[in-house]
């Protein structure tokens, strides 16, 4: 059994070169740590410095050994992260997005949830795969299922797209729009919509888009201009939209026929957390809206 802070003796040494920077380093004296060399030397039953008067240096094996040490203590790390997120879990139970639509369906629905259930609203999930493995979440909600054999993904709807027109822009009379009529317009847009936003750059052409970060900034712009703004079925649960959005001001509500303007909405979770997952999510589910 290899003691950690030998490990990392080994580790420092091989990235500063020298007995002093090491000791410097981990704020320990150079003496500590050329005991603690010879002992992982004996530990290991193999040579890992080559010492001159005046010189010491990593041997092949050595540098081998270092870094074989750094993935030890790598795993280490991330062994200790996994263990204390799964016992913070058994507390608290954290829930996290990569869009905004089912948080905002959930903080509606606060009533209904368990008490120590704790949205994570404003979250980057490069890896949600990964963040449910580690427990850092018991359940995400992502715009695709995650493939792996250990997560399960359940479909909770769809979220669809519609745009707040001018009633006397010509674009109005229709029942419907697609995002090629749309074409050249401008439009004020709330920051924090996740993948939307690259769905609506991506689809309208010739389009500006005025991204506000404050939801008080985005209600001033809509009371006192004809700015198209967006809005999907869950807007309604959302409290934090501007009052005209609610409303027909001078607007209407049209939906987006494009294919893309349709999202489905999955909850994603490891397989063995379903029993304590499953009474969220049918809460979701019942409420999910439909449009």
Do not use: C
């Not at 985005?218 to 869950?234: G, Q, W």
């Amino acid at each position: 059994m290899l003691d950690n802070y030998l490990l990392q003796e080994l580790v420092t040494f091989a990235q500063t070169g020298t007995l002093a920077k090491t000791a410097a380093t981990l704020n320990v004296t150079q003496p500590t740590v050329t005991r603690g060399m010879q002992k992982l030397e004996t530990d290991l039953g193999v040579q890992l410095f080559d010492r001159q008067p005046n010189r010491i240096r990593l041997t092949a094996t050595g540098e081998l050994a270092a870094r074989e040490a750094a993935k030890l203590l790598q795993a280490n790390h991330e062994t200790a992260v996994r263990i204390q997120n799964f016992d913070r879990n058994q507390r608290v139970f954290k829930v996290a997005a990569t869009l905004p639509g089912p948080m905002i369906v959930l903080q509606s629905l606060t009533s209904q949830l368990p008490a120590n259930l704790q949205l994570i609203t404003a979250v980057t999930l490069p890896e949600p795969a990964q963040s449910l493995r580690n427990h850092e979440y018991t359940l995400v909600f992502t715009n695709h299922p995650l493939s792996a054999t250990d997560i399960t993904s359940q479909l909770i709807g769809a979220e669809n797209l519609a745009i707040h027109l001018n009633k006397f822009m010509y674009q109005a009379n229709q029942s419907t729009v697609t995002f090629a009529d749309l074409a050249g317009l401008s439009f004020v847009v709330p920051v924090d919509i996740g993948p939307w936003r690259a769905i609506i750059q991506d689809n309208i052409p010739d389009a500006k888009f005025f991204y506000q970060k404050e939801r008080e900034a985005l209600a001033e712009i809509t009371k006192f201009s004809d700015f198209p703004y967006f809005a999907t079925n869950v807007s309604p649960f959302d409290p934090t939209l501007p009052p005209q959005a609610t409303v027909d001001d001078t607007r209407r509500l049209l939906p987006i026929s494009d294919a893309a303007a349709h999202m489905a909405i999955y909850a994603n979770y490891l397989t063995a957390a379903t029993s304590q997952v499953t009474p969220i999510i049918t809460t979701l589910k019942d409420a999910w809206p439909e449009g």
